[in-house]
């Protein structure tokens, strides 16, 4: 029986250039990209982020994602 434990995004923080996996860990976001290739994170519709603790990447559709607000 394996330990491993499939881990999604649950979360990108544009301002602070991370993501948010489903167990907790925050992992950087090193790429922002649109159509065109690399882009700022304001523009970005996909991004590249990790490694998490295992040392895995996620490529990640921001179109998928609702922005959230916090007041």
């Known amino acids: 029986m394996s330990d491993h434990i499939d881990l999604e995004v649950q979360m990108v923080h544009r301002k602070r250039g991370i993501a948010i996996l489903s167990d907790g860990q925050e992992v950087p976001v090193t790429n922002w990209l649109d159509a065109d290739g690399e ?9 590249v982020c990790g490694p998490c603790f295992d040392g895995k990447w996620y490529s990640v559709d921001l179109t998928q ?5 916090i007041q």
């Open 39 to 47: 882009c700022n994170q304001e523009d970005a519709t996909a991004c």
């Open 65 to 69: 994602y609702e922005g959230v607000t």
